[in-house]
């Protein structure tokens, strides 16, 4: 395939994508905002902390397999190697499946009580809800790495459809109760696998009609007895046991810090002011939820195309793949940050609720600002992934993640709301610039 058929190919199916997920923010937001609506603060509060938990542990425990799958599948796709076995990415995440299984039932009387006030339907939601979810972001990052654009937009958005419809069966007097709303949660990770076996069939319909490994093993063998041989057997490791165990664990620290950064201020408000201000919190960091929903689907297509650049070591449309990246991510965020400060206020009440706090639009135009310095940071951090630099990408999310953290949890400002909207724009800043200069790191260094 030509550069120009791959750059045509990937602005389609990034496009496709960006649909699909357009979509499913909107489906998410209106979730939470039915939830929000049909529930009291102190019901919502808990719904709320069962999001921020399950998505925490989501990101954390799946997302690095993701991102290994999506980056070493179209690395060896961009060098003509032929297909691996994903053995070892699937251990890695049953091994973290299970981990998760064997801590929350050890701990299950301490997360009952201490964060769902005692409901065991939230808890058993909680464990069936991320136990399922491993099969589904195991899917994404395969299509992902395949460049299976629009099939990945259609597993998010089923599952964010089918989650809102619990929301609003509660929302029309169908269903009642915070149970009846949370096990939406449980059910989006299942009803998500329903476009695998559409993918397994193109798939195997794919090498019905040509085998890739037949046709590209001359060049293959070429490649290992000339020059190149040292980078291709690189490649040939990509995902031996080592390799992803170290890529994931490089990963496992960024999700951990990203999620620090969206919803470390919801648990520590809730432990130290309880679930309705927390409930008040989450609903302000809605403002980073949705855009960073929607920006999935530039982070899903933009990792495996950075790393289809690197290994044909295309600097210049590298550079210019972030360049005009961060250029829409600005223009967007500032967008959010001018309609906030004029409205703000009242969209915010309109659309989540009057829940007894009172939204400040100068703190809401602050998280705008800070939504858009995360973006830019997820930007770069694909970049770093692409690069085969996690490590450094990894000190980077967790060294601001700390700084967030300390200060939410710090009575340096009184009003607890403004504390968490100042330390999540500092935090996003600093990560940026610190991801801005490992960009700016030579490749060679």
């Not at 619990?166 to 329903?194: D, E, K, N, R, Y």
Request: proline letters at 3%; one cysteine or more.
């Amino acid at each position: 395939m030509s550069d120009s058929d791959r750059d045509s190919s990937y602005g389609s199916g990034a496009r496709i994508l960006t649909v699909g997920i357009a979509s499913t923010g909107i489906f998410t937001f209106a979730y939470l905002a039915l939830a929000s609506h049909s529930l009291d603060k102190t019901a919502y509060g808990r719904v709320s902390l069962l999001w921020s938990v399950m998505f925490v542990i989501l990101s954390v425990i799946y997302r690095p397999i993701e991102q290994l799958l999506s980056r070493t599948i179209a690395d060896r796709r961009a060098r003509g190697a032929a297909s691996r076995s994903l053995r070892v990415p699937a251990l890695i995440q049953a091994a973290f499946a299970l981990l998760f299984l064997v801590v929350a039932l050890a701990l299950r009387p301490r997360i009952e009580t201490s964060l769902f006030d005692g409901s065991s339907s939230l808890y058993w939601i909680l464990v069936v809800g991320v136990l399922a979810y491993a099969g589904s972001y195991f899917a994404r990052g395969w299509l992902a790495g395949n460049e299976r654009f629009a099939l990945y937009g259609g597993l998010v958005f089923l599952e964010s459809t089918s989650r809102f419809l619990f929301a609003l069966a509660a929302a029309l007097g169908i269903a009642h109760g915070q149970t009846a709303v949370s096990i939406g949660m449980a059910v989006a990770p299942f009803v998500s696998l329903c476009v695998v076996p559409f993918a397994l069939t193109r798939r195997g319909g794919a090498l019905r009609r040509a085998s890739y490994e037949e046709r590209e093993a001359p060049a293959v063998e070429a490649a290992f007895e000339g020059p190149a041989h040292a980078q291709a057997e690189d490649a040939a490791t990509d995902l031996s046991m080592a390799h992803g165990a170290r890529f994931a664990v490089s990963v496992f620290g960024i999700m951990l810090a990203e999620q620090a950064l969206m919803n470390a201020a919801v648990l520590i408000v809730n432990a130290k002011s309880g679930a309705a201000l927390a409930g008040f919190v989450f609903n302000v960091l809605m403002i980073v939820r949705a855009p960073l929903q929607l920006f999935q689907a530039v982070q899903t297509s933009i990792l495996p195309h950075l790393a289809g650049l690197e290994a044909r070591e295309s600097a210049d449309e590298f550079a210019r793949a972030i360049r005009i990246t961060v250029l829409a991510i600005a223009a967007f965020a500032g967008v959010c940050a001018v309609g906030l400060l004029a409205i703000g206020p009242w969209v915010m009440s309109a659309a989540l609720g009057d829940k007894g706090f009172t939204y400040e639009r100068g703190g809401l135009a602050l998280v705008a600002v800070g939504m858009g310095f995360h973006l830019v940071a997820g930007t770069l951090n694909q970049a770093a992934l692409a690069r085969h630099r996690a490590g450094l990408s990894a000190a980077a999310w967790l060294l601001s993640a700390a700084l967030f953290v300390g200060w939410v949890a710090s009575p340096i400002i009184s009003d607890v709301v403004l504390r968490v909207e100042s330390g999540y724009c500092g935090a996003a800043f600093i990560l940026s610039c610190l991801l801005f200069a490992l960009y700016r790191r030579p490749v060679d260094a």
